[in-house]
């Protein structure tokens, strides 16, 4: 077991960041790649165990919404099916991986900012760990800037 570990301010108030974040359905409202995104068997976009699906740079992934909390604004996710490693990225692809990954938010009283951290537990072979955690550490600062630009958009 590995983990990827980002955490950085975000310059808009918590209520806004969680009001974006918070339905587990609203993925490509704020991670640039993801077109596509639907929740099955009619559940909350909100209720723990919902699973949704989502296409993200053209590969479908499946996820369980694992834990949500609206006082303690987090969430966390589960990948359903092991997730492989991207195509052509090294010669010899590590083994897919399980992993599950956790977003949480607090306030930062000075300028009504966000402190937010997300962390991805990855369960790879040992031999693998290191290429996992690498690339994840890579992936969750792209996903939260991208999450900062689209909160920027919804102050326009």
Known sequence: MTTA????????????????????????????GVSESVIEDNRGGDEVGAVRRFCYLGNWIRQRLAGHSDQAHSLTYAGIEPLPFPAGLVPDAPAPTRYEGTMHLLPVVEGNRTFIEWK?????????????????????????????????????
Request: proline share 6%; hydrophobic share 40%; no cysteine.
């Open 5 to 32: 570990y980002y955490s950085t301010v975000l310059n808009h108030p918590l209520e806004t960041v969680w009001a974006l974040i918070r339905d587990f359905n609203n993925y490509p409202a704020y991670i640039e």
């Open 120 to 156: 991805v537990q990855l369960d790879a072979a040992p031999q693998d760990a290191d290429r996992w955690q690498t690339l994840f550490q890579s992936w969750i600062p792209d996903w939260t800037h991208s999450l900062e630009r689209a909160l920027g958009r919804l102050r326009t």
